[in-house]
T-cell receptor
Framework: AQSVTQLGSHVSVSEGALVLLRCNYS??????LFWYVQYPNQGLQLLLK??????LVKGINGFEAEFKKSETSFHLTKPSAHMRDAAEYFCAVSLSARQLTFGSGTQLTVLP | DGGITQSPKYLFRKEGQNVTLSCEQN?????MYWYRQDPGQGLRLIYYSQIVNDFQKGDIAEGYSVSREKKESFPLTVTSAQKNPTAFYLC???????????FGPGTRLTVT
């Protein structure tokens, strides 16, 4: 069975600091990987996706993620946090084009 | 504009009543999904449908029912058998299972 683990249910960074949200997956086959963002009382919005092309994936709002097969990781980063980045972030995995499995989410707080 | 609509945004019901949540998409997607979101638990799959007139149970289908009579519509009924119905419900769609899903804005259901 596929699974995804997000390390850290809450992450706080100062405005302008690096954002690093961690995601590890379990898989014996190449996965598709996704990051979503959710603002309060809203649906999820796709930030970026990895589908076996370039291992460094650039997404919207200045976010990017790097697929590392040896570490089974797909961590999300942004060089400089902005107040508007405060939200909940979800990592998701899909194996062999089967259904998505979501992580439990990481709440990002940006401190002024 | 293409997208997914869910209505209403907020819904209040008395315990023992059935309630139907609406989900409509004009993205021409074949697959549609219903998720339940509770604080700290991420997204849990209730039902999904890959084609019209066919749907499958997800991880937490007990107490819920769905129909898929049209490609564009996938309503969810929360029945009185659902023991803890108060939650945030999200509808999503995709071209096929395993591909990126697009989410509606959600319906917050409160049952008292």
């Amino acid at each position: 069975a596929q699974s995804v683990t997000q390390l850290g249910s809450h992450v706080s960074v100062s405005e302008g600091a690096l954002v690093l949200l961690r995601c590890n997956y379990s898989s014996s086959v190449p996965p598709y990987l996704f990051w979503y963002v959710q603002y309060p009382n809203q649906g999820l919005q796709l930030l970026l996706k990895y589908t076996s092309a370039a291992t460094l994936v650039k997404g919207i709002n200045g976010f990017e993620a790097e697929f590392k097969k040896s570490e089974t990781s797909f961590h999300l980063t942004k060089p400089s946090a902005h107040m508007r980045d405060a939200a909940e972030y979800f990592c998701a995995v899909s194996l062999s084009a089967r259904q998505l499995t979501f992580g439990s989410g990481t709440q990002l707080t940006v401190l002024p | 504009d293409g997208g997914i609509t869910q209505s209403p945004k907020y819904l209040f019901r008395k315990e023992g009543q059935n309630v139907t949540l609406s989900c409509e998409q004009n993205l021409n997607h074949d697959a549609m999904y219903w998720y339940r979101q509770d604080p700290g638990q991420g997204l849990r799959l209730i039902y999904y449908s890959q084609i019209v007139n066919d749907f499958q149970k997800g991880d937490i289908a007990e107490g819920y029912s769905v129909s898929r009579e049209k490609k564009e519509s996938f309503p969810l009924t929360v029945t009185s058998a659902q023991k803890n119905p108060t939650a945030f419900y999200l509808c999503a769609s995709s071209f096929d299972r395993g591909y990126e899903q697009y989410f509606g804005p959600g319906t917050r259901l409160t049952v008292t």
